[in-house]
């Protein structure tokens, strides 16, 4: 019983990061919006590294530098975010040109 619904959870992870993909492919209109589905597809990840650590290997040091990694990730996206809003006033990619840069 309890393998049946380990398995049933890997499917919902997998289907919650290629929903994740999903999204990323498609927001290409707003950076905020493509930030965000990839936060969302870090957490998916994450959470699948915490279930298989738990049921097979039990070491949580791999989890913790990933954990790190994604936490710096996230901080450099928010700061180009930032960036970019203060030089042209919102997060639009077609408002971007490569000669401004």
Same mark, same amino acid.
């Given at each position: 019983m309890l393998m049946y619904f380990m398995y049933n959870m890997y499917y919902m992870l997998f289907? +919650?990061?290629l929903s994740g993909l999903v999204v990323f492919c498609s +927001?290409?209109?707003?950076?905020?919006?493509?930030?965000?589905?990839?936060?969302y597809i870090v957490l998916?990840?994450?959470?699948?590294?915490? +279930?298989?650590?738990?049921?097979?290997?039990?070491d949580m040091y791999l989890v913790l530098v990933f954990l790190t990694f994604s936490v710096c990730e996230g901080v450099l996206g928010l700061s180009?975010?930032?960036t970019i809003i203060r030089s042209y006033g919102n997060d639009q990619v077609n408002s971007l040109f490569m000669m401004k840069w």
């Open positions: 289907f +919650m990061f +927001m290409r209109k707003h950076i905020l919006l493509s930030l965000l589905s990839l936060e998916c990840i994450y959470i699948f590294m915490i +279930m298989y650590m738990i049921n097979n290997l039990g180009i975010l930032v």
